[in-house]
């Protein structure tokens, strides 16, 4: 029902940006709570962030808050996770996700195919 499909990712050194995308087809997009998690080699995918169907109410893990920001545009279909002051633990592939607003992965059932960022120290 709902296809997602994430881009953005590259290599940075630490303490730059970097600005991620992810891309929703279908009319139902505006009716999700879309979400931001991310899995480094040996670890488990984590929680990054969320955002709900307005764009009014996000919500960020620890490791995250003050330096990303999520954000998103209806009209394109698109949303966005904005990374700044990057750390190399932030090194990870990123999913982007459409359900409902959760720290949960379960509460997500569409997923995207996930994009690399690597920060070196």
């Known amino acids: 029902q709902v296809h997602v499909a994430e881009s953005g990712g590259g290599l940075v050194q630490a303490g730059g940006s970097l600005r991620l995308s992810c891309t929703a087809s279908?009319?139902?997009?505006?009716?999700?709570?879309m979400g931001w998690f991310r899995q480094a080699p040996g670890k488990e995918r984590e929680f990054v962030s969320s955002i709900n169907w307005s764009g009014g109410v996000t919500d960020y893990a620890d490791s995250v808050k003050g330096r990303f920001t999520i954000s998103r545009d209806g009209a394109k279909n698109t949303v966005y996770l904005q990374m700044n002051s990057l750390k190399p633990e932030d090194t990870a592939v990123y999913y982007c996700a459409a359900g409902s607003a959760s720290r949960h992965q379960y509460e997500y059932p569409y997923w995207g195919q996930g994009t690399q960022v690597t920060v070196s120290s």
């Open positions: 279908g009319r139902t997009f505006s009716r999700y709570s």
